[in-house]
C-alpha cells in the first residue's frame, strides 16, 4: 500500500490552513501523512493545525521565513511518504483526490505528476472568475491542467507530487522563489523521471480574493519566467512572448479607438471579439452574467500583467545583464 506525504508550507494563513486540512479528513483514501510548515509567519497557524490532531496524521514545524522552496525542502527531510504531494495552503481537495492519485499511479507509475484546477461553487465571483482567466482557451490556450499540452508535462506547486527517488536525485528545490516550481520541474524532467498529469486529481484553487492582488500575481508570474530562462534558456519559447504581444496590442487600441476613425475600429475588432468570446463563455460555464463579465477583466489583467512582469525581467536580466543568478548545478 502507497504512503502519501502532504507538504504544505504555511505562511500568515491560519483560516485557509484549517479549511484545507477539514478537507483533508475527508479523503477516501487515508493512507497519508500530513506536514504543514509555517515559514516565519507572524499570524500562526499552530493551534488551527493541533485541532486536526485527533483526526490526522498532521505535524507542524515552524521556521525562519525562507520562501516556500526551501521550505517544501524542509518538509521533505522530514517526510515519511512513498509519494510527497505538496500543496499550496490556499486549496481545497475533493474528498477522492488521493483515491484517484493512489488508482493512476497502481495502473501507470510515474516519477513525478500533477492535477489540473477548478473554482470551488462557493468561490466569489471575482474568484471564479480569476480560476477562469488562468484555465481558458482564450487566455492559456487552455493547456493548464489538460491533457493535450506542449512538450512533456510539467506539475506546479499547488498541486504537485514527486516520488521519495525524485528527492533524493534532486535535492528537491534549489530556488525558493520566481519559478522556483517551474525549475524544480524542468530538472526532474532533465533527469531523465517520467512525469504525467493525472487530470482527475483536481484541487480548488483559491488564487487570489481581488484584482489587484491578482495582477500583481501575475506581473512576477512574468518575472517568473525570466527567472527560470536564467537556469534553463532553452525552457524560453515564441509563445512565451505572447502576452507581452497582447499588451502592446491592447495599449494600441487606446489610440486607435480615440483617434483613428473607422480604420482605428476595425483594427481593434479583434479585442472587441476576444472579450465578447470570454464573456459568453465564461457566463455560460458559471452560469452568471455577472462572472462573465469580470473574466473580461480578469483575462486583460492575466495576460497584460503577465506581459509587463515578463519585458521588465528580460530587459534587466537578459539587455542589461543586471542581477543575474549564478548557481552552478551540481553533477
Not at 527517488?165 to 520541474?185: C, Q
Amino acid at each position: 500500500m502507497i504512503f502519501y506525504s502532504f507538504i504544505i508550507p504555511l505562511y500568515n494563513r491560519p483560516d485557509e490552513i484549517r479549511e484545507l486540512l477539514e478537507t483533508l479528513t475527508k479523503q477516501t483514501y487515508t493512507h497519508f501523512e500530513v506536514l504543514v510548515i509555517e515559514d516565519g509567519s507572524k499570524v500562526k497557524g499552530e493551534a488551527e493545525v493541533n485541532a486536526f490532531k485527533d483526526r490526522l496524521d498532521v505535524q507542524y514545524f515552524y521556521k525562519e521565513n525562507e520562501g516556500q522552496g526551501f521550505t517544501r525542502n524542509y518538509g521533505f527531510a522530514r517526510a515519511k511518504g512513498d509519494y510527497f504531494i505538496i500543496l499550496d495552503s490556499d486549496v481545497l481537495v475533493p474528498e477522492n483526490y488521493l483515491e484517484y492519485i493512489n488508482d493512476f499511479l497502481k495502473e501507470t507509475p510515474l516519477d513525478a505528476f500533477g492535477g489540473p484546477d477548478a473554482a470551488h461553487p462557493d468561490f466569489t465571483p471575482i474568484q471564479k472568475a480569476i480560476s477562469y482567466a488562468m484555465t481558458s482557451l482564450f487566455t492559456t490556450g487552455g493547456i493548464r491542467g489538460r491533457k493535450k499540452h506542449l512538450g512533456k508535462f510539467q506539475p506546479r506547486s499547488f498541486n504537485m507530487g514527486i516520488s521519495k527517488e525524485v528527492y533524493k536525485k534532486t535535492k528537491g528545490f534549489i530556488i525558493t522563489r520566481m519559478g522556483e516550481d517551474l525549475e524544480f520541474s524542468l530538472r526532474i524532467l532533465k533527469k531523465g523521471f517520467k512525469t504525467g498529469l493525472i487530470d482527475k486529481a483536481f484541487v480548488y484553487h483559491k488564487r487570489r480574493t481581488d484584482f489587484r492582488r491578482f495582477f500583481n500575481q501575475l506581473k512576477f508570474f512574468g518575472k517568473s519566467r525570466i527567472n527560470v530562462y536564467q537556469f534553463f534558456p532553452e525552457s524560453l519559447k515564441l509563445m512565451h512572448w505572447f502576452p507581452f504581444c497582447f499588451l502592446c496590442y491592447v495599449l494600441l487600441c487606446i489610440p486607435a479607438l480615440i483617434f483613428g476613425g473607422f480604420l482605428g475600429a476595425v483594427f481593434s475588432a479583434p479585442l472587441g471579439l476576444w472579450s465578447l468570446a470570454i464573456f459568453l463563455d465564461a457566463t455560460l460555464q458559471n452560469k452568471s452574467l455577472w462572472v462573465g463579465f469580470l473574466s473580461v477583466i480578469a483575462a486583460l489583467i492575466q495576460l497584460c500583467a503577465y506581459g509587463i512582469g515578463f519585458i521588465q525581467e528580460f530587459v534587466r536580466r537578459v539587455v542589461f545583464k543586471r542581477g543575474i543568478n549564478e548557481f552552478e548545478y551540481p553533477d
